[in-house]
RNA sequence: GGGCGUUUAGCUCAGCGGUAGAGCAUCUCGUUUACACCGAGAGGGUCGGGGGUUCGAACCCCUCAACGCCCA
């Protein structure tokens, strides 16, 4: 029996276990078309964020509905090694816990370290997207850092440099000084900041006096190049050419002209610090007759290099500037001082700012590879839902920089690439290989450095399916069907796969590509830890169910918009799991039971095809909404079906049908249809409240798992106009009489007797068939039209007349009718002059005219019923 | 500076060319044997401002404003 108490609790985790066990998130359909969608992966080192639950919530429904349309449907899952910040988490672990520090305990050590660290803590987000209900194909679960990972990054990157497609290069990168690793263009976060703008003078060389420029680095000073002006700039045209002598260093550096130079910034000339700027780097490269210099003024970790003048050597970037200011100042070149508001990069992981600089790195040629991942868009193999956000792809992949894959960590893919005592570099897939290119003998070195986490993550929708191996995985499921992720990894990631997946698989990685907003608080605010202002999902799963959790993201998923997370509405959710819960109970206490086919049963009753046609609405409903992503949709047309037309109705209509001593086969019928109902109900419902479905799917009959069940025969069932119309006008009736005796102020107990005027024989024969609903529902039952005042109901052509003697409120009744009349006046004014308009009933189509005859014919008779009852009253 | 998005009931959001919708919140009433995590009923909006197109605009176009995000 289905217990009075509706827990979640009480079998959530008993059904993801069985599940999991019985193989239904995999199974076996060699014949089915696939349905294939590639998690995420999330890292490894973190814990599931509301973030993860809306991500993965999306895309369970998605697996699950597709898997009860007989689909053989695969959630490919896995996570990520994240190089940064997994070599961060365990690096901070060892501090707190007093053991040797990275460097101290040496390379090997430290990587044994974080796969011990894996092994431990690496299974929390798994466990939770069990909790949540993922329904992911766990079997093959994949880490990008496997070894399969590996040969493929490695064969991946051997390719590309064979193809001329990756090289190294030295050039500016983003330097993290804390991290001492390069970093990409997208790790880099600007913020405004309040910064100063110090004004210098430079000597000019022939002793003429100064050139005056502006800066808001002092302390890059020490390796500058060369003073930039704009060559239209008349103010410095006769200085261009000339050179002047840089103060502190003592070095000769020429004036130059170059259109970058912003004339109405400070001075209009500024320095030129090719080293340790970008801007003055391409300066650099336009002016290769210049002879500017290229001076890397700094440590890795930023403090002053030996190539500053001694007395700044060692010092930290910021103990250099104050230098440097002091010393012009002493020497009277300092101009003054300007408070300026500026962009400056910081790294996004640790915090610190970036430092432009001068390495050697290793470099993907994006520009090259973006072509055909643009092209692929434009011409729809790969399509973004919401389409709008195909203008952030586009936008991004046409002006896209070579991508620094190399990272100077020791968690990661490491570079297959060798050195030998020459420089020499000979790129492999094998050590053995790089040697046979070497010759034997010859000593080689392999390159520190590690690639960029992305640059494997690109590899996730082949790589899990075994490639480099041809595998009958990849055959069947690559390209997959749908990626659901976040718009902020577009860039990151998206993209990067689209690259990759096209160069590699000649195909695109997947037809669809679904981006969701953020999460954020009740007030609209990002969620951060900083902020203190995150939920954690476990906790309201453990507060409501993980289905409600799982119902509020699906509603709240509107395309386009972030998601304002309001705990009320996930409570409202768990208000509606109840209400199905109790619904089912009542069920089977009536009796009713799971059916045993597809197809509803043979029905006669206008109420019982009522509900099988509210069933075919909803399910076709489902069908588009899943069809066009609309998550808020599918979670909607659910939602008003089983509270607003089957708890609502349906359960009320059917009461005097089963009441003792009703007629048997008219209640065999019902108890079956019922029945059916609710199994679709619970198919429909499955994908977002999977734990509710199932648990009483079970409950209702013995039978094989929901979670493997077929989806509603859409097409095959009946639609039935005219029971349809009949308990509309049930409905309709029912409601009006309800509220109008709640106007007038009649107890809801009480049973009143009621006659009717101006009913058609139709009318009346609804009245007559539908008699013990009306009872029961409108509380009125057939009766002689005594004396005294009534209560009139207009409903359609006809007018309930329910006398109720001297207890009647003449007044609230006079009240009620004249509101009505007045909105059906109103109502029937509005469609007369619209008619009496020959614009529209010469223009618009021909349809919507004759809606509005029609509407204008009700109405007009309606108000007519309205002012007869008025008269009445007197 | 460039681009994108948002602005509809107290709140969160649907609707995107033919009479303004939902959930929550509010108010009134109610323990009729599934459910008070409930039932019945009610109130509440000149759809950000202005202009235009159209027989007709929340919806299309222009413009202004506010807020948010991305890129430089």
Not at 315 to 328: C, G, I, M
Not at 341 to 364: A, K, M, N
Not at 798 to 813: F, M, R, S
């Amino acid at each position: 029996m289905i217990d009075r108490i509706f827990d979640p609790e009480a079998f959530e985790q008993r059904w993801y276990q069985h599940w999991e066990q019985s193989g239904a998130f995999r199974p076996q359909r060699p014949d089915a078309q696939p349905f294939t969608i590639v998690i995420p992966p999330p890292n490894v080192t973190g814990s599931l964020h509301i973030g993860h639950a809306l991500d993965n919530t999306l895309q369970d429904v998605l697996i699950r509905w597709h898997r009860l349309q007989g689909r053989d449907a695969r959630w490919i899952v896995g996570t990520d090694h994240a190089g940064i910040a997994t070599q961060m988490v365990v690096e901070r672990q060892l501090a707190e816990t007093q053991q040797p520090g990275r460097t101290a305990m040496g390379r090997d050590a430290f990587e044994a370290k974080v796969w011990e660290w894996k092994a431990e803590s690496g299974g929390t987000i798994t466990r939770q997207l069990r909790r949540l209900g993922a329904s992911c194909d766990w079997q093959n679960e994949r880490f990008t850092m496997d070894a399969g990972f590996n040969t493929a990054v490695n064969k991946v990157f051997v390719e590309l440099f064979r193809q001329g497609l990756l090289y190294r290069d030295k050039r500016l990168v983003n330097w993290d000084p804390k991290l001492k690793t390069a970093i990409s263009d997208l790790e880099v976060e600007y913020r405004e900041v309040d910064g100063k703008l110090w004004h210098f003078r430079y000597p000019l060389e022939d002793g003429s006096g100064f050139i005056a420029i502006a800066t808001t680095r002092p302390e890059t000073i020490l390796g500058d190049g060369a003073v930039a002006v704009h060559p239209d700039d008349e103010r410095y045209r006769r200085l261009v050419g000339k050179r002047c002598r840089l103060p502190v260093v003592d070095r000769l550096i020429p004036i130059i002209a170059d259109p970058m130079v912003e004339s109405d910034f400070g001075s209009g000339a500024v320095k030129i610090t090719a080293a340790h700027d970008f801007n003055d780097f391409a300066v650099y490269q336009r002016h290769p007759q210049a002879g500017i210099p290229l001076i890397n003024l700094m440590n890795p970790d930023a403090t002053m290099a030996d190539t500053c003048p001694p007395d700044y050597r060692g010092l930290t970037r910021e103990a250099a500037r104050a230098s440097v200011v002091a010393d012009f100042e002493a020497l009277g070149l300092l101009d003054k001082i300007e408070p300026h508001r500026h962009q400056v990069p910081y790294g996004d992981r640790s915090g610190v700012v970036i430092e432009p600089y001068l390495t050697d790195q290793w470099y993907v040629n994006a520009g090259e590879l973006a072509k055909d991942a643009l092209a692929a868009v434009h011409d729809g193999r790969t399509r973004f839902v919401p389409a709008t956000w195909e203008k952030t792809y586009f936008n991004w992949m046409e002006n896209i920089q070579p991508w620094c894959v190399s990272r100077q960590l020791w968690w990661g893919h490491r570079i297959p690439a060798w050195y030998g005592p020459d420089g020499k570099v000979f790129v492999a897939e094998t050590e053995a290989e790089a040697q046979a290119q070497a010759g034997a003998g010859v000593p080689l070195t392999r390159d520190e450095d590690v690639l960029d986490t992305w640059f494997s993550s690109a590899l996730w929708p082949f790589g899990t399916l075994g490639w480099p191996e041809q595998t009958a995985d990849l055959a069947r499921h690559y390209p997959g069907d749908v990626l659901v992720t976040g718009f902020d990894i577009i860039f990151f990631w998206v993209a990067r796969m689209m690259m990759q997946g096209l160069h590699f698989q000649g195909e695109v990685p997947f037809r669809t590509v679904y981006c969701h907003g953020l999460v954020r608080d009740a007030q609209g605010q990002k969620m951060s830890k900083s902020k203190g202002n995150t939920v954690d999902p476990l906790g309201l799963i453990e507060k409501y169910g993980a289905d409600a959790l799982r119902f509020t993201l699906t509603a709240m998923e509107t395309q386009g918009r972030d998601i304002k997370l309001n705990e009320s509405r996930i409570e409202g959710y768990r208000n509606f799991a109840t209400k199905l819960w109790n619904a089912a109970r009542f069920a089977q206490m009536n009796g009713i039971a799971g059916h045993p086919d597809l197809l509803p049963p043979a029905a006669s009753q206008p109420v019982n095809r009522w509900i099988i046609g509210e069933v075919k609405a909803c399910a076709t409903a489902l069908e588009q909404a899943i069809a066009q992503f609309r998550f808020d949709a599918y979670a909607d047309a659910i939602y008003r079906l089983v509270w607003s037309r089957f708890c609502d109705w349906y359960l009320e209509l059917i009461k005097p049908l089963l009441a003792d001593g009703a007629d048997a086969a008219a209640a065999a019928e019902t108890r079956a249809v019922a029945g059916w109902t609710l199994d679709q109900i619970l198919v429909m419902l499955h994908p977002v409240m999977p734990f509710l479905t199932e648990e009483l799917w079970h409950q209702l009959a013995e039978r094989g798992d929901l979670i493997l069940a077929r989806w509603v025969a859409t097409d095959a069932l009946p639609a039935d106009a005219e029971a349809s119309a009949d308990i509309d006008w049930l409905i309709g009736l029912i409601s009006e009489v309800r509220s109008a005796r709640t106007e007038v102020n009649v107890p809801p107990s009480a049973k009143l007797a009621y006659a009717v005027d101006g009913a058609t024989p139709e009318t009346l024969a609804r009245l007559a068939a539908n008699a013990a609903a009306i009872e029961r529902l409108a509380r009125i039952v057939p009766g002689e039209l005594a004396a005294g005042g009534r209560l009139a109901v207009v409903h359609g052509e006809a007018t309930i007349l329910i006398p109720l003697g001297d207890v009647i409120d003449l007044a609230a009744e006079k009240a009620r009718l004249e509101k009505a009349l007045a909105a059906c006046a109103k109502e029937r004014d509005a469609l007369a002059g619209r008619l009496a308009n020959p614009g529209f009933t010469e223009k618009a189509k021909p349809e919507a005219v004759d809606k509005a005859r029609e509407d204008h014919a009700a109405r007009t008779a309606e108000a007519e019923r309205l002012q007869a009852a008025l008269a009445r009253l007197g």
